[in-house]
């Protein structure tokens, strides 16, 4: 529909708001860098809000509904998954963005896209990968995500997101800050929504007891999921509108550190947790040496990348944006001999 087909252009009006009611710091759509190719404005949607669709409309995006989160193909329905983690993120990232006066729709962006390049079987797949990349570079999934969405989806057109869109995914960990109060507001929810969900997740699977996690941390945030996620939030919006920068308080960022560390050392390194990992990094080099050995038998679009981008490259692609299930259904049609039909 044409502009002059509407009493009133939306996306301007949103423009207009934005330049009202949000933050001097904010990070307004009208000020972006904008694409690396230039497109006409969308009458509707402002450069961030078309952002949002197209990243969940992505391939990549549905894939992560069958991608681990932390637990490897867990029974039971109500374990989280990297889809399940992204949304979570998401919706920390707007209240705090909401509450901070910064862009919500920009922040929302980043945290759809963040994921995106995660590999299947959680950080397992990504040390695996990393390990079997060693000789490359390595492997991280926030820059496989910028990856994604820069040249992998739509068949090689990549989405054509705007700069600080992308940014945000590329710096949501990792060294580099972000460029935007808003690409700092998801790196911080990403950590919020995993230490909690982990936990939550680590006490239905029988890994914690609620009185395993110490006092210092539920005296600090609290012994309930929503209680710690909410009481993390008042701190962070405190502290960042008396400082002006995207952080916690000092004594919530000690305590918060201590909790990823008691994370790490019951949780993300226990056993009974881990105990399938060390066949991951098998299953992800098995696939990976065939499709290296025997190049003609990747997907088309993939021998594509593997002429402009380089082989090694090009199966790193095509092994990361598998889910758990098409990784363990590949390794098997191709190691595993099939059943002998009788007739």
């Excluded at 252009?9 to 933050?23: A, G, K």
């Excluded at 990243?55 to 889809?83: M, N």
């Excluded at 995500?145 to 705007?162: H, M, Q, Y």
């Excluded at 098409?326 to 009788?342: G, S």
Aim: glycine content about 6%; proline content about 4%.
């Amino acid at each position: 529909m044409a502009t002059e087909d509407f009493k009133r252009n939306p996306r301007e009006e949103r423009l207009d708001l934005e330049r009202q009611i949000l933050s001097p710091r904010a990070s307004l759509a009208a000020a972006s860098k904008g694409r690396e190719r230039p497109e006409p404005e969308c009458d509707i949607r402002t450069c961030y809000q078309r952002d949002i669709d197209r990243i969940t409309h992505c391939k990549s995006f549905r894939r992560l509904k069958h991608k681990t989160q932390v637990f490897l193909q867990p029974e039971g329905d109500h374990y989280r998954t990297r889809l399940t983690h992204t949304l979570e993120v998401a919706r920390i990232g707007r209240t705090i963005a909401r509450s901070l006066s910064l862009n919500e729709d920009l922040a929302e962006a980043i945290a759809l896209g963040h994921d995106l390049g995660h590999t299947p079987f959680g950080h397992a797949g990504e040390y695996a990968l990393g390990d079997i990349l060693e000789d490359e570079g390595g492997f991280s999934h926030n820059q496989q995500s910028l990856r994604v969405v820069d040249k992998l989806e739509l068949d090689g057109r990549g989405l054509n997101l705007s700069y600080e869109v992308r940014n945000g995914i590329l710096c949501h960990t990792g060294q580099e800050q972000p460029s935007t109060p808003e690409g700092s507001v998801i790196r911080i929810a990403d950590r919020i929504a995993y230490i909690n969900h982990d936990v939550d997740d680590a006490i239905r699977a029988g890994i914690l007891r609620e009185t395993d996690i110490p006092s210092e941390i539920t005296c600090a945030f609290g012994t309930k999921h929503g209680e710690r996620i909410n009481n993390l939030i008042l701190d962070l919006l405190s502290e960042s509108e008396k400082s002006g920068d995207i952080s916690f308080s000092p004594q919530t960022a000690f305590v918060f550190n201590s909790f990823y560390h008691f994370m790490w050392d019951n949780v993300y390194r226990n056993m009974k947790a881990k105990s399938e990992e060390r066949k991951v990094r098998g299953v992800l080099k098995g696939i990976f040496d065939y499709f290296c050995d025997t190049p003609d038998e990747l997907p088309g679009d993939y021998r594509a990348i593997a002429v402009k981008d380089g082989l090694k490259r090009a199966v790193s692609d095509y092994v990361s944006g598998m889910t758990d299930k098409y990784a363990i259904h590949t390794y098997e049609k191709l190691y595993i001999p099939a059943a002998w039909q009788v007739r």
